[in-house]
């Protein structure tokens, strides 16, 4: 049996005001959105390289890089399935993606069941394979302005090869 290949994914973006906060292509119920060229879906966005990266296709820029105007409020799951599609295109599938989101605010709990039914989905994996954690931040320095509140997203996923042939 070939060896599990693994990726790991990071992302951040700050909170700003007059944007709507979607994680995991869930809208969440807050008062600041997430700021990016995109939705700015940092947990799409962390899975979406930790897939690539698993697969040795590189980081997310490079697919959908940001100076595009075809990615201006794209819809961060749509990248996400673009880039499970170059996978299942190289006979790898997902084993499993664990993935932490590190927020002071909002509490993200009651959403847990509603993200990992979302990504499911977009994936075409069974929910079973994806797990989620919250943090809260308490002072972590994470970001280049003071004071900016972010909420940032690490993922570790597991890739399978698909057997090739019988025995
Ligand atoms: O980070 P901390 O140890 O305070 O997290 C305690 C619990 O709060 C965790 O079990 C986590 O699921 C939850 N939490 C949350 N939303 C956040 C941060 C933490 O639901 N934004
Ligand atoms: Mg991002």
């Not at 906060?21 to 979406?48: K, M």
């Amino acid at each position: 049996m070939a060896a599990a290949r693994v990726g790991l994914g990071f992302d951040s973006h700050p909170l700003v005001e007059g944007r709507t906060l979607i994680l995991g292509g869930v809208r969440i119920e807050h008062d600041r959105g997430l700021h990016g060229h995109s939705d700015a879906d940092v947990l799409a966005h962390a899975l979406t390289d930790a897939l690539l990266g698993a697969a040795g296709l590189g980081d997310i820029g490079q697919h959908f890089p940001s100076s595009d105007p075809a990615f201006k409020d794209a819809d961060s799951m749509e990248l996400l399935r673009h880039a499970m599609d170059m996978l299942e295109g190289r006979q790898l599938r997902l084993g499993n993606a664990d993935a932490t989101l590190y927020a002071d605010a909002p509490r993200l709990g009651p959403y847990r069941d509603a993200m990992i039914q979302s990504l499911a989905m977009k994936l075409r994996v069974e929910p079973d394979k994806l797990n989620l954690k919250f943090k809260t931040l308490e002072g972590l320095p994470l970001g280049s302005a003071e004071g900016t509140a972010v909420i940032a997203a690490h993922v570790i996923v597991a890739l399978e090869a698909e057997a090739r042939c019988c025995v």
